[in-house]
């Protein structure tokens, strides 16, 4: 999390956030990094490949690869992410949630569930409707919730990538009632994270998996939604995301 946040703040406080191509040549050491190409020359990307080497340690290859990729989605997110700012350009309704989920870096921050609770799923549950439902369930809670908490200080900067903001663009909203629509579909995820946990239970008993990774993938589906909380009731007392204490963009260095 530290890692992330000295990313983000590096991305949203300065005119690196703001030029794709400066971006993604800011970020191709990571980019390697992520993907196993090559050992880190920056900071940043060596301080990345020991996050990775310790996550790794002990876990299944299949696990690593996946860790892999969503850490590389989320670093393609954050260069797509200023591209949409360098040409003022508002995010599709359709395109958005997705890599609102990218450059939040939810899915990479998902995996560590299974390393905490030390119970890496195998792919045939991982991968399973069920779970993916609740996974896309509890990761658009938290990219949302945050969105709710963090409009003011994006409208202020001029941050499009928000959806309150994308939906009040899109609907021609006013931000009151974008802001009541994005509650409201937070709401429904939740629901579906409920009913996609109980279809994972019935997948489980169906498979006949063994009593272990029924309570792994139970586990797991519980840590996702508590991670939910906890980042919920973390963004309340925060603040980071105080409208007031926006910082002014610096240069990049």
């Known amino acids: 999390m530290a890692w992330l946040f000295l990313l983000d703040d590096?991305?949203?406080?300065?005119d690196l956030g703001k030029d794709a191509d400066l971006l993604h040549e800011h970020l191709r050491d990571m980019l390697e990094v992520a993907i196993g190409k090559e050992a880190a020359d920056s900071p940043m990307g060596r301080a990345l490949e020991e996050i990775i080497t310790q996550a790794s340690h002990g876990m299944a290859n299949d696990w690593q690869l996946r860790f892999r990729r969503h850490v590389a989605d989320y670093l393609s997110a954050c260069v797509w992410?200023?591209?949409?700012?360098?040409?003022?350009?508002?995010p599709s309704q359709e395109a958005f949630p997705a890599k609102r989920r990218e450059f939040g870096?939810?899915?990479p921050s998902f995996d560590l569930v299974e390393r905490t609770e030390a119970s890496c799923?195998?792919?045939s549950l991982y991968y399973s409707r069920p779970y993916q439902d609740l996974l896309i369930a509890a990761a658009d809670v938290v990219c949302w919730t945050n969105d709710l908490m963090t409009v003011e200080k994006e409208a202020a900067q001029g941050d499009p990538h928000n959806l309150v903001l994308v939906t009040a663009h899109h609907r021609r909203l006013d931000r009151h009632a974008a802001t009541l629509a994005v509650a409201d579909a937070c709401e429904k995820r939740l629901l579906a994270h409920e009913r996609a946990h109980r279809d994972l239970t019935v997948l489980t008993q169906t498979l006949d998996a063994p009593p272990s990774a029924r309570r792994?993938?139970?586990r797991c589906a519980r840590a996702l939604i508590g991670w939910a909380r906890g980042h919920l009731e973390w963004g309340a007392?925060?603040?980071?995301?105080d409208a007031t204490t926006a910082a002014p963009r610096a240069e990049a260095s």
């Open 216 to 218: 792994n993938a139970d």
């Open 237 to 241: 007392a925060t603040p980071r995301y």
């Open 81 to 90: 992410q200023a591209a949409h700012r360098q040409h003022g350009q508002m």
């Open 121 to 123: 799923l195998p792919p």
């Open 10 to 14: 590096l991305i949203d406080e300065s």
């Open 105 to 107: 870096a939810i899915l």
